[in-house]
Structures are given as structure tokens and as C-alpha cells.
């Protein structure tokens, strides 16, 4: 039976292996490794000298991922921030991140779907379905991959087309009317030509209500579909994979609560109470703002979004190299209302109009005979193009209305290379090297208050010509036990600060930033019981781009400035032991901490103390961001006749987030808590599972900022529970 959802308890503890998202899909000889695609070749896993997580089906199904985001609690050091909630994700991995709620800027993490990058963050936001497992790797990525980043790689893998048929689907429900649904069918069309379609869809599951009107909020609404088309000639050295996808979000928004302790307000507008509780939410719409956009008298705040893409990865084997070549492109249009007020006062309520076009041609050349030295050498081009208008309205706290317009084009055209040598069966060096040129342009960026041009219609470019490389070692002395060492470059993009309404530093560009990473590691199985990763790293950061302020006539506006120098390092430790039979057990732990070594910076609670611009020297202080990561799992798969039982339970702990904006905003530690009691059929078809997600009811964030007088955070979703149903033929 195909690993889908429908898979046995036995097979899931085979899978069991890597960190500790334990049940990742089982390499086809049965031994179960993990295939990883990491290096652009499939490899074991352990045999790999990075440092990666791997999380599977079955983990994702068990922690009710949907979305990227929601990998944050699936591996560690990795953070992934809503920004004010909103559809822009913040990501952060071992410490390296960029807090932006724009569209334009490049983010310091890749994300990948079937070798596809995706590099406009607000384009990963689709739903997460039929996929094999998910990749972490973490460091730099460049040699490789097409996007040169600092902080790693998300990869996802989706279920490929089968040569034999195939077909199943999961159902689930759960608490506040949540449902979610999943189907596919796979098969061949004729000989060497098969096919596979798969859809899924997420509705309701809102838990949070207007504190004026008492009306729900947070349903969703999406849609999504993918078909996958392989093409293999039997004896032909050829092979193809279409890939054709399209996706469909009207869903509302998760609200904002308010973390005021005394009712406030804004000028003319209305009271906005003390009120603290965290499923209490409230929104308003202006006649500023349906005016400028197509929503409409009564709308809650939440996103019309649309996506669709193609993309074609073709190979053939010459014999003794391998020709590849990755043609993509990918379209999103977006139109996003949210009241980051948290309140009918009209003084934070903003919208997003986003188009978006990205096409990216890659082709690849590496060696197919076996030998001590394996090399794969490339070229990578990508065009994207945005479209954005974002509007706020600030008419009760400041009196006006803010129009920002713009296009934004990005080119990028890159060569990279890797090769790796065994000296011998035990030691193996790997050097790698790429050189990019990139330019972004900014054009007819301009930006008004309510009828007045505050910036005339403007066009500026930043570019980078970096070259950046790894080197590393391997060894391996004996069959259970990796030793690696590798110290590499990477480079993320400069950028603009284009929500800066009205400030004409806003969009002088700040400069790329670079990292030089250091470090070691291990990958030991001592037993068939027990298996442990480790590594350790040290990031020296160069123009680290960090979100600052400037000091205008209405107080603290947000700014990306760079710290010319930092650090990070930290530690990462990964424990799978399989006890008895068929039990297993994981657990992973990550420790990072940074400094900022040069930087002087605005000081923005101080400054809007006294109401004036106060700089501070942030040299030798922290740089904000949670420092310790752990989670694991727990799964016992008890043989009851003929069937199995198999109860489960994963855990993550994040420690407390501190805020540069000051104590109000830190975000406090949280322990979070999933159950899963799953019962099958030894050798049949289906599954049902009773499930229970954040099931000691913690009470965390997943975001907390202000824009204007309102302190506001998001709320992780409260204890959930329910059933789910799953079969596979």
C-alpha cells in the first residue's frame, strides 16, 4: 500500500528515523532510511554531512499542518512569524530572519515545492496537501539551489505518480465546525506515461468573535488542487515531471486582540475599552477604503487570493552525465483587508493588493557513473514581477488617509557548482562555488496622504554581484558513524522599505547582508534502537538586515537598516530510540544566541517616551529572538489482533520571544501538547483516528506588535479535538 494516509502502524515505525518528526516516507528498499533529495540526488539521510530535518506524512497529518507556518513546532530552531498576523510570513531559522509585512523583499529562507522555488513569502501561504515529507535544511544554501539565502531551505516533496493504480482520501472534523478533506488517484495512462490528481480543501474552524457585534470570525475557505504528469520511456534515458497547480483562499482572518490594560482613543474615534480577551476581536471599514478597493459595507477582514502555476522538470541520462532542466512559473493575485486596531476606531485598517509573476528556467548538469568523484555544475535565471498597492487608513488617530503604489522588478541570472571527492571508502571532501548578479528596481513607487502627494512618483535599483561558496569534510569511521565539518557563504538581497508611507528614507535601499557560517557535526546509529544527530555552528553576520525605525513628524516609523557586524552560533541535538517493539520515541533540542557587535540604532520605546528621536548603541546586546527549541514524540503501535492501536503524542516548547519594540511585546514561552489515538487494520485499506491538538489548552501568541495607538497580538488556536478518517487503495 502506497504511504499516504491511509498507512499501516507498522510501517510508520519502519519510517522512524531521522529527528524528531519520526514518521517521514520509508526508502523503497524497506531498511528504513529516509530518502532525502537535499544534494540534488537521493541519498540516506544519515549519509548526508548537513544538518536537516525531515518530517513526513504522518507527522504532518498527526500535527494538523496546513500551512508552512506551522513547521515552527516540527523541527528546531526554526521560527515562522505571521506578520501582524496577516498573510506575510516572517521566517527564521537558527536565529537568521527578515520581519517584513511587504511583499518586495527576498526572504532569508527558500522554500521549495518539487524543486520550484518560491521566492515572494507571501506566495507560500497556499494549503499543504499530498505531500511525502518535508526537508529542513539549515545554513546557507547556494551551490545547489537556484536562490542563494543565509538561513537554509524549506523543501517540500510531493506523493509522485504511481505505475500501478491508485486512489484514496482523508476526511477530518473538528472542534468549531472545522473540516478539512483530502483525495487523490494515481496511475499509469499507457506505458511509461502515469498520472496523478489530488485536491484538498479547509473550511470553518473559527474561534474568535467581534467584542461590538458578537459576529465569528476566522472561518476558511480553501481550495487547492495539483496534477502531476511523469513521463519515462522505459529504456530511453529520459524521464518528466508537469507539474500543474492552482489554489483558492476567501478565507477570514485569524483576529487580533488587544493587550490594553485601559480603554483608549484615538482623536475623534470611538472608545476602544480595556480589553485583554483573547478570542475578542473587532474590525471597521472606512468610506476611505471601500472607495479605493472592491470590498463592501459588512466585510470581515481576510484575504481573496488566487494562485496557479506550471512547471516542467526534464532530465536525460547520457550515460555518463545527466542534463536536468527546471522550467517554473508561478502567478498570485492577492487582495488582503486586515484592522490591525483590533477595533472599529479607523486609525490601523489596511489592505494589500498584490499581483504577482515569477519565472525561473534552471538547467543542470552532473555526473551518472559511479565513482569517488560526483559534481553537478548549473545556471539559474528568475524574473519576477510585482504589482502592489497598500492603503492604511489613519483617519481617527492621525486625520488622514495613505495611498503607497508601486511595481517592482527583480532579475536574477546565476552559476553555481559542487563537487565532492572520496579519497577514500572513509573520508570525503566537498567544495562548492557561485557567483549571482541581481537587480531589483523600485519603479513609480509613490505615496500620498489622503489628496496630497507626500512622495512624488519615484524609481530606484539596488544590485549585488556576490560570490559566495562552501567547503567541507567528511568522515566516517566507521559504518554507524558520519563526522562532518564545513564552513560556507551566503548571501541574502538588499531590498526597500516600501510600507515607510511618506518617508522618503523609506526607500533607499539597504544593503545586502552576508553570512559566514562555521560548523560541525555528527550522525551516529550505535544500534538499530537508538540513533543521535548533533551539530554545532557559528554564524559571523556581516550587514545583518535588521528591522529599525526612523524618527518622522508622526513618531517611530519601521525601517530596514543594517548592523555592520553580529554573531550567532548555537547547538542542535536530534534522538530517535525504538526501546521495544513498536514503540518509538524522539526528541530534538536547539540552543542559539546572538549579539549585535556593531550597531547603532533609534531607540523607539525611548523615543516615544519623549516624543523625540533617542539612538542607542546595540553593540554587545542580544539580538531578539527565542533562544531555546525542543520537542519530540512518543508512539506505541500495540498489536490487537487484527488490528493495530496505536496511541501518539508530539510536544514543542518555544522559550520567550523579546521584542525590540520593548517588554509589552515579548512574546512568552509556550509548551504545546498533541494526541493522536489511531486505530487500523493490520494488513487493510483504512484508518480513524481521534486526535487532540494543544490539548492542555495553552494560551500563547503567535505575534505581538502596535502600528498606532493600539497594542495588539495574535492568539494561537485554542485546545482543539476531533476525528479523522482516512483510506487508501
Known sequence: MKTYLGRTAIGAIVAATLCAPAYAQVSENGDGSIVVTAQRREQNAQDVGIALSVIGSDELEQRGVTNVNQLQDATPSLEIEPAFGGGAAQFRLRGVGFQDYASNNSPTVGVYVNEVAYPVPV????????????????GPQGTLYGRNTTGGAVNFTTNKPTDHFTAGGMVEYGRFDAVRGEAYVSGPITEGINLRVSGATQQGGAYQYNRDTG?????????????????????????????????RDTSEATGLYLLNDLPTQAGAGPVIPADTDRFATGWGLSPQ?????????????????????????????FGSVTLTSVTAYDWLHREQFADWDSSASVEADTFFGSDVDVFAQEVRLSNSQPGPLTWVVGAYYSQQNLDERYYSDFVDVYGTYARVNYAQKVESISGFGQLEYAFSPRFKAIAGLRYEYEKRQLQGFGSAFGGAQALPPTDVSTSMKPLTGKLAFEFTPSDDLLLYASASKGTKSGGFTTYNTGNESGIEPFAPETLY????????????TFQINGSFFYYDYRDQQVLSAVWGDNGAVGRFANAPKSSIWGTELEVVVTPAPGVTVTQYVGYKKGRYLEFFDLDVPASNLVGEAVYTDRAHTDIPFPNLSLGGSMRYAMPMGDYTLTPSATYSFREEYPSWLGETFDIAAYFVVNAELQLAPTNGPWTLSLWGRNIFNEKYDLTRNYFTSADIAQPARPVSYGLRFSIDY
Open 289 to 317: 477604503l471601500l472607495a479605493d478597493t472592491e470590498l463592501s459595507v459588512g466585510d470581515v477582514p481576510g484575504v481573496d487570493n488566487e494562485t496557479w502555476g506550471a512547471s516542467a522538470n526534464l532530465s536525460y541520462d
Open 215 to 247: 459576529e465569528e470570525i476566522g472561518d476558511a475557505n480553501r481550495w487547492a488542487g495539483r496534477a502531476l504528469l511523469a513521463i519515462e520511456p522505459v529504456g530511453s534515458g529520459f524521464s518528466g515531471l508537469l507539474d500543474f497547480h492552482y489554489g
Open 517 to 528: 557560517a562555521y560548523e560541525v557535526g555528527f550522525k551516529a546509529n550505535p544500534s538499530r
Open 123 to 138: 506566495m507560500t501561504q497556499g494549503l499543504i496537501f499530498d505531500v511525502a515529507r518535508v526537508e529542513v535544511l539549515r
